[in-house]
């Protein structure tokens, strides 16, 4: 005969409303901190704003490190949403292109632990960040290009890299000269308009290298 399982097992098994509320607050302060400080922050000052003991922490996020990767994987998501609907918003397609990337850079110099890391992701893709950037620039190149105003031979590769490239504008000048990135971001969208007609450099990527880059990671 069956053994039924104790009434109280779904109990302990289901996580307690403080815990929950525990785990959410040191997500919340992290996500601040990292903004604010970037990825070398000390976890003492995540404890002191998440109003958690040291102890608490190390319970949810043995590792700094965990703490770091959940907090990034959601502000990426949330950084990559933002410039997604802001191109969406946007009607004209240029001018669509054009927003994305203000809004993504914008986005990018208010948060020093994804000006950091954002490099990263160019090699070590996380498909709910870069994959979401990449699906929305595709849709973006596809936009321009029907309505010949992109560039002849410009790719999905040629717009993410860029918008890496900026990045590194953004993170080297943004203390010293605050928007000069927005010059840079000027010179470089008028380098893809369609009245530039020379050819552009061949890609020498081995195609089983951009295969790689293009596809979501098995199990993932």
Same mark, same amino acid.
């Given at each position: @005969?069956? $053994?039924a399982e104790p009434q109280n097992t779904t109990r302990r098994r289901t996580p307690r409303v403080d815990a929950i509320r525990n785990r959410e607050a040191?997500? &919340?302060?992290?996500?601040?901190?990292?903004?604010?400080? #970037?990825?070398?922050?000390?976890?003492? &000052?995540?404890?002191?704003? %998440?109003?958690? #003991? @040291? #102890? =608490?922490?190390?319970?949810? !996020?043995p590792k700094k490190e965990d703490l770091v990767h959940t907090v990034l994987r959601q502000d990426f998501v949330k950084w990559a949403e933002s410039a997604r609907q802001a191109a969406i918003d946007a009607e004209d397609p240029w001018a669509a292109l054009t927003t994305f990337y203000q809004q993504?850079?914008?986005?990018?110099?208010?948060?020093?632990?994804? @000006?950091?890391? !954002?490099?990263?992701?160019?090699?070590?893709?996380?498909?709910?960040?870069?994959?979401?950037?990449?699906? $929305?620039? &595709?849709?973006?190149?596809?936009r321009a290009g029907a309505k010949g105003l992109l560039r002849p031979g410009? =790719? =999905?590769?040629?717009?993410?890299?860029?918008?890496v %490239?900026?990045?590194?504008?953004v993170q080297i000048t943004d203390e010293c000269r605050?928007? @000069?990135w927005n010059r840079l971001l000027c010179i470089s969208l008028d380098g893809l308009?369609?009245? /530039?007609? &020379?050819?552009?450099?061949?890609? =020498?990527?081995? /195609?089983m290298m951009r295969a790689a880059a293009a596809t979501p990671a098995a199990g993932r």
């Open positions: @005969m069956a $053994v040191i997500v &919340e302060a992290a996500a601040e901190v990292l903004a604010e400080q #970037g990825a070398a922050v000390d976890v003492r &000052e995540i404890a002191r704003r %998440s109003g958690v #003991g @040291m #102890g =608490t922490l190390y319970r949810h !996020f993504a850079l914008t986005g990018y110099a208010r948060h020093r632990a994804i @000006m950091e890391n !954002f490099a990263l992701t160019w090699l070590v893709p996380d498909l709910e960040g870069i994959h979401q950037l990449r699906l $929305v620039i &595709e849709q973006l190149c596809a410009v =790719t =999905t590769d040629d717009l993410l890299l860029l918008l %490239s900026l990045g590194h504008a605050p928007q @000069m308009r369609a009245d /530039h007609r &020379e050819p552009l450099p061949a890609d =020498t990527t081995p /195609h």
